[in-house]
């Protein structure tokens, strides 16, 4: 079994920032890309951010100039570390993870279950 657990959220003011964590455990054998989605009240989910692994991010739109994507390979740990938080930017944030299990040659997609960040004064 593969897993990614979330970390990290909670009530933030306005102006306030938080730092992310997804941790995979399991029987893992290697992992690919993996990234950042957020999902608000009524809208779809949405790419924030991802990072392939050599460490290279890539940001969409809503994650550019305040999201920093971040990894630690030998802890199979992604990080998005979020400044001047908006109101607008509460949902909740799913981890993604392109993972090789052991048993098999073949990469599988992995979801966290989600951490809730919630921006309000």
């Known amino acids: 079994q593969v897993q990614l657990v979330e970390s990290g959220g909670g009530l933030v003011q306005p102006g306030g920032s938080l730092r992310l964590s997804c941790a995979a455990s399991?029987?893992?054998?290697?992992?690919?890309?993996m990234g950042w989605y957020r999902q608000a009240p009524g809208k779809e989910r949405e790419l924030v951010a991802s990072?392939?692994?050599?460490?290279?991010?890539n940001y969409a739109d809503s994650g550019k100039g305040r999201f920093t994507i971040s990894r630690d390979n030998a802890k199979n740990t992604v990080y998005l570390q979020s400044n001047s938080l908006k109101p607008e930017d509460t949902a909740v944030y799913y981890c993604?993870?392109?993972?090789?299990?052991?048993?098999?040659?073949?990469?599988?997609?992995?979801w966290g279950q989600g951490t809730l960040v919630t921006v309000s004064s």
């Open positions: 399991g029987s893992i054998s290697s992992i690919n890309t």
């Open positions: 993604n993870g392109n993972i090789r299990p052991m048993w098999t040659t073949k990469y599988i997609e992995v």
């Open positions: 990072i392939t692994s050599n460490g290279s991010p």
